[in-house]
C-alpha cells in the first residue's frame, strides 16, 4: 500500500498537489480539511463547532480529526492507498495515525512537505479567498494567524517522519508541473523493490 502524507503551511499547494496525484497513482484522497467542511455544508454539531475554529484560524480538537480519519480508513478498506492532505497537523495526530494504519496492516510510505514563504501564502491565499468564499481566506490576520499555528504547533509533525527516515522537503514555488514531477520522483523511490546487495551482505558478515 501507498500512503502518502503531503505537507506544508496552509497555501503551500497541498490541495492542488493532491489532486494530481490522486490521478496519478489512483490513491484516495484524505483532506481533513475537505471532510471539515463536508460537516459545515451538512450542518451537523460537529460542523457547527469546527466552524467557528476554522473561521479564526484555529486548529479543531486532535480527537475530532482521529475520530475522522479513522472512519474514513473503514469505510475505504479496498483503496491502493492513501493521500493525506492536512494530516496530521499536531505530534498526536501522527502518532494515531501510525496506530490506526498499524490496525489495518500497513504504514505511512513517505511525506513530502512543500516550503513556501509567508508572503507567498498570504498571497496565494487572498487571491483563492475571492472565489473560495472560505471566511478563513478573505481576510489577511486569519491567514497569518493560520500561517503562526502552522509554525508553533504543526512544524514539529516534520522532525517526526524525519525520525522515521521518511521526510522530504520540496520547494513550493514554481509551477505546478514541475513541482508535482518532483513529488513523484520521491513517491516512486518509495515504491520501489529493496534489493539486498550480496557485497553489502559479505561486508557486514566481514565486519
Ligand atoms: P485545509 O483545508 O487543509 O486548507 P489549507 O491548508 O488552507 O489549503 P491547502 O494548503 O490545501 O491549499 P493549496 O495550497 O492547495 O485546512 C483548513 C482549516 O481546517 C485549518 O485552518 C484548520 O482549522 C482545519 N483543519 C484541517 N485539517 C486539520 C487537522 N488535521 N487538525 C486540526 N484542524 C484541521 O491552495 C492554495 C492556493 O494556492 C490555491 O488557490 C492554489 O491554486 C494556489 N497554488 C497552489 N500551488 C501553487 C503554485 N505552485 N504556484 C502558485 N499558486 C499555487
Same mark, same amino acid.
Not at 49 to 66: R, S, W
Not at 100 to 110: K, M
Given at each position: 500500500m501507498l500512503n502518502i502524507v503531503l505537507f506544508g503551511p496552509p497555501g503551500a499547494g497541498k490541495g492542488t498537489q493532491s489532486q494530481k496525484l490522486i490521478a496519478h497513482y489512483h490513491l484516495v484522497h484524505l483532506s481533513t480539511g475537505d471532510l471539515l467542511r463536508a460537516q459545515i455544508t451538512q450542518g451537523t454539531v460537529l460542523g457547527l463547532? $469546527?466552524?467557528?475554529?476554522? &473561521?479564526?484560524? @484555529?486548529?479543531?480538537? &486532535?480527537?475530532?480529526?482521529?475520530?475522522?480519519i479513522d472512519s474514513a480508513l473503514q469505510e475505504k478498506k479496498e483503496a491502493a492507498g492513501f493521500i493525506f492532505d492536512g494530516f496530521p497537523r499536531t505530534v498526536p495526530q501522527a502518532e494515531?495515525?501510525?496506530?490506526?494504519? $498499524?490496525?489495518?496492516?500497513?504504514?505511512?510510505?513517505?511525506?513530502? $512537505? @512543500? =516550503?513556501?514563504?509567508?508572503? =507567498?501564502?498570504?498571497?496565494?491565499? @487572498? !487571491?483563492?479567498?475571492?472565489? +473560495?468564499?472560505?471566511? &478563513?481566506?478573505? &481576510? !489577511? +490576520?486569519?491567514?497569518?494567524?493560520?500561517?503562526?499555528?502552522?509554525?508553533?504547533?504543526? $512544524?514539529?509533525v516534520a522532525g517526526y517522519y524525519a525520525n522515521q527516515h521518511k521526510f522530504h522537503a520540496l520547494n513550493g514555488i514554481g509551477e505546478i508541473e514541475s513541482i508535482f514531477g518532483q513529488i513523484c520522483q520521491i513517491i516512486d523511490q518509495h515504491q520501489r523493490p529493496v534489493i539486498e546487495s550480496p557485497i553489502a551482505a559479505t561486508d557486514e558478515v566481514k565486519a
Open positions: 463547532k $469546527a466552524k467557528k475554529l476554522m &473561521d479564526e484560524g @484555529l486548529l479543531v480538537p &486532535d480527537e475530532v480529526v482521529i475520530g475522522m494515531s495515525l501510525d496506530q490506526l494504519l $498499524a490496525q489495518h496492516q500497513t504504514r505511512v510510505s513517505c511525506m513530502v $512537505a @512543500l =516550503e513556501v514563504g509567508e508572503e =507567498e501564502l498570504v498571497k496565494r491565499l @487572498l !487571491e483563492r479567498g475571492k472565489t +473560495s468564499n472560505r471566511p &478563513d481566506d478573505q &481576510d !489577511e +490576520s486569519k491567514i497569518r494567524r493560520r500561517v503562526n499555528v502552522y509554525n508553533t504547533e504543526t $512544524a514539529q
